[in-house]
């Protein structure tokens, strides 16, 4: 079914077929289609699909869409979607939507609910407790198989997943985890206890996502428990939200890698003021330190008058000592990120880097020699100042490189800040140094 | 258990305590330990561990383990190994391991498994079908559900999954799908064909993995099927797997965008000649065009040498530009890798970038010139074109920051050669002829 067909049937009014069409469809592609449309049509298909589709329709949609939706719905239609919809899906949206809604919402919420939706959304963003739901299987140790599988398909459709089960004592401790594929593969009259895995593998409420992702991606894992400081379960994060997860995390590096404050706002969807802010406060810090290079120049002014042919080679000294030092600590960063690299490989990582840099130094300097000798006519020991200057710098650069994002992360700082933007200040300072002081050495200045 | 108490049982050759402890660990941890101790404990422990998690073990461990222990295993064992590894993971390892040993393990398998064997190994790198596996639970439609469940019980252990079981016909052809849970709440009278679900996504055998990875986090799937040109089921992949396929795709992006041709090899494994040689061309390419920069430095060399100061400014000019076209490359080509940003947003692409960097701009030309005229004590007029210069290097470079990717996923390049490195290349020569000319223009020289 394509979406050119969909949008012929919405606009010949045949919504009789829409209908049918719509309801084989994944809600994800419904949710889409909704979106391209105009508000008012977009309300009036969906409240023609089936009230379980469409609550799953409207959890896929953009929190902008949602939003909008909200406004226009009326309090019983609003009751109804908060009401089926999966418990972290509710919170994301409580989350993002204006307090006056939230409100509506509370009120139709009974009591326990409301508590329990309040502390939901005290947990800090980016912890376990706010990628969470509330929907799993709970069994006990004393049911048989056969008890469990009649639990389950009595109360598995409102479960995110039912594929892990967890086994809990009467205060709600987690005693162990059993899958649904163990349960169909065992004898009907076992008990729980005989068959379940006690070697839990869990997080607490307050755990970073990143530590969670971290988690899942090791042991490949479709749900992962989270328990409080009492070691009570409180709730499952399953495996499809730790892939946004992935990607966001993947994504505020890039971010921070660039010289920007990470933001989760949608490029499209985010106001030129708001990226104007994410981006100028970097670029300004960056710009001041910059200044210290300018100093270095100035204070060589004499030389540089005497020989001005050296400033053309500034630029791609620069260049050159900035993106080598970026190819480093890039590597470096996300290797710390995805845990290949630790604090103790601090060493192997320094030797590495002075390996790499002797190699790629050597090459660049022979090509640069070559090139500025043969073709830019400026003379033996300028082509050959530039080309031990560009030698340097390219060592020193992936030394730095490689270390700062180590000694960040010894720190505690995010080793993802150690990037591009910084170490090009950072090797400009000192490939200038390198630069005139070498030329004043074999220029004799 | 902790992996010092682990180890002290090693040291102490409590193997019976040792034994015990493992089997109730995730295969996951075992590997880890196994691959910190010398090969040949390893291999005696290995040797120890009940035969399922043995290659539940084998198939966590890393390339290089793997390799060491196959040399040391008799044929019985790797044949006992290779006979129990799941398909996808065998085929992983036939792809690492050096010939002899590949022909090793094909003597041993039989004729059909060697046909298939060698179909796999023939998929490219990256595809769906290099990926995927072909344990799966496989219904028709005429089963009963209680004849479907009992299949599952009997073959489900050998299946890399149970979640999601794939309806075919007689010849293989894909029909439908049927989630366990489904199963498991249905009345065990029913059909397969009343429950299955028709409307199945499934991706190609030549599929980019890539692809497999954006349908897994649109619709949050635990399996998706593989079918080939005829539309014949061949295999499946699970979610585990694509979890690393999206790190594996983000970090392509990090190292293209920091300019080096991107490897799957691991930092710390990578020999230093192997990362060097990553690293040194996109670095040379760089250098050479570095050359522009330098040629209109020499085209100015009169106008800097009466000017002299003026050089002191170009590495701030550089660096700032460099990293506002950085900023608005990285989100530009990140937004199209996650399919936030299409080629039809391209307008709105330029307009944001428009608007963001005269904001950007402003700020920082403002700051810049208050800071060098009260600072640096250079007067007006040189406060005045470097601030000037400094607002339009800002402008261009966010535009041209903003448009190559899109350019480059137009021209069916890679976005992600359009990043940092090559901006700032280019926006160095622009901000150079941007400085002269203001300079010449308002200092009159």
């Known amino acids: 079914m394509n979406e050119r067909r969909l949008k012929e049937l919405i606009r010949d009014k045949k919504y009789v077929t829409l209908k049918r069409e719509l309801e084989d469809m994944n809600p994800v592609d419904v949710a889409e289609l909704l979106e391209s449309l105009d508000v008012h049509t977009a309300l009036l298909i969906f409240r023609m699909l089936p009230k379980d589709l469409a609550v799953d329709v409207f959890a896929h949609f953009s929190v902008e869409q949602q939003r909008e939706l909200i406004g226009l719905v009326t309090d019983k239609e609003l009751k109804h979607i908060i009401d089926e919809l999966f418990f972290d899906d509710m919170i994301d949206i409580l989350e993002e939507v204006p307090a006056n809604i939230v409100k509506k919402i509370l009120i139709h ?23 969470m739901t509330i929907e799993y299987v709970d069994l006990k140790k004393a049911m048989t198989v056969r008890e469990a599988l009649a639990h389950i398909k009595e109360t598995g459709l409102d479960k995110e997943t039912v594929y892990t089960c967890y086994v809990t004592d009467k205060n709600r ?6 899958s649904l594929r163990k349960l169909v593969i065992s ?11 006690r070697d839990v593998i869990y997080v607490h409420t307050h755990d970073d996502q990143e530590t969670v992702a971290g988690i899942f991606k090791r042991y490949g894992f479709l749900a992962l428990p989270v328990v409080d400081k009492e070691g009570r ?10 892939m946004d997860v992935i990607d966001q995390e993947a994504t505020e590096d890039f971010q ?38 300018g100093g270095i120049i100035r204070k060589f002014e004499g030389l540089l008058q005497s020989v001005v042919v050296l400033t053309a080679f500034i630029p791609m000294l620069m260049d050159t000592g900035g993106n080598s030092g970026s190819q480093s600590s890039t590597l470096i960063i996300r290797g710390i990120a ?25 090459v660049l300097a022979v090509v640069n020699f070559f090139r500025i000798y043969l073709f830019d006519n400026v003379g033996v020991l300028i082509s050959l100042t530039v080309s031990l200057t560009l030698f340097i710098t390219v060592v020193i650069s992936k030394v730095i490189g490689g270390i700062l994002p180590m000694i960040a992360k010894k720190i505690n700082i995010d080793p993802a ?18 630069y005139f002081s070498i030329a004043s050495w074999l220029l004799n200045i």
């Open 256 to 293: 921070k890698m660039a010289a920007m404050s990470p933001t989760e706002e949608k490029y499209l969807d985010a106001s030129i003021f708001s990226l104007a802010k994410h981006r100028v406060v970097w670029l300004l810090v960056l710009m001041i330190s910059a200044t210290f290079t």
């Open 187 to 197: 004898d009907e009259d076992l008990l729980i206890e005989d068959i379940m895995d």
């Open 338 to 362: 995805l845990g290949e690299i630790e604090l103790k490989d601090a060493r192997k990582v320094v030797l590495k880097e002075l390996g790499i840099s002797i190699v790629v130094g050597a």
């Open 417 to 434: 800040i150690m990037a591009g933007p910084l170490i090009t200040t950072i090797v400009d300072a000192l490939s200038l140094i390198v």
């Open 109 to 131: 919420a009974k009591e326990d609910e409301r508590n329990l939706i309040n502390q939901f959304l005290k947990y800090p963003p980016e912890s376990a407790g706010s990628i």
């Open 173 to 178: 401790k987690l005693e162990g985890i059993v």
């Open 233 to 242: 379960l409180t709730g499952i994060i399953t495996v499809d939200d730790i």
